[in-house]
């Protein structure tokens, strides 16, 4: 629910198995420790559906997180889909997923304008915008943030304004 707080550990390991999603309406509170991060990775040769923020509140947020191995066979999205969410992510890691039929599998924004400071999203597959795709009135900023490797493009961006700070999309 919108007024619910989840709030995870260091050393969490979310192993999801096929089309699992998780999926948070409310606030998530994901603090790692750059010594024991937070996973949200498949289980054995799995794949899952991501991490979807639908109308999240604005305390929701990733420090120390790695999100990788989403394969989203329908629609747009990979490692994090945001709806109308603000979240903050720091020192995060978001590599290795794929969008098959869309964009951004790395981060899907859409109306959101998430905080992104020491982030690294890498890797992603999709048809464009692989690393991150901006839809529709997302604003988001990024510090220190590295987009690289990513099949398919580093970021696209649609009707929307991000605001970079030493940042390279290679």
Do not use: C
């Amino acid at each position: 629910n919108n007024g619910d707080i989840v709030t995870l550990q260091p050393g969490t390991k979310f192993l999801f198995n096929e089309n699992a999603k998780f999926i948070i309406f409310g606030t998530l509170q994901a603090l790692g420790t750059e010594s024991d991060s937070i996973l949200f990775v498949n289980y054995e040769d799995e794949t899952w559906g991501g991490i979807i923020l639908d109308g999240a509140s604005d305390e929701t947020s990733f420090e120390y997180v790695r999100i990788s191995r989403v394969y989203n066979l329908n629609g747009e999205g990979g490692g994090i889909n945001l709806a109308s969410s603000h979240p903050t992510l720091t020192h995060v890691v978001i590599s290795g997923n794929v969008s098959a039929s869309g964009s951004g599998a790395g981060m899907y924004l859409n109306n959101s304008s998430p905080s992104l400071t020491h982030v690294t999203i890498e890797n992603n597959t999709a048809y464009y915008g692989a690393g991150m795709n901006l839809r529709t009135l997302s604003h988001p900023t990024l510090n220190y943030v590295t987009i690289s490797g990513n099949s398919g493009g580093g970021m696209r961006v649609q009707s929307s304004n991000p605001t970079l700070t030493h940042v390279v999309i290679s």
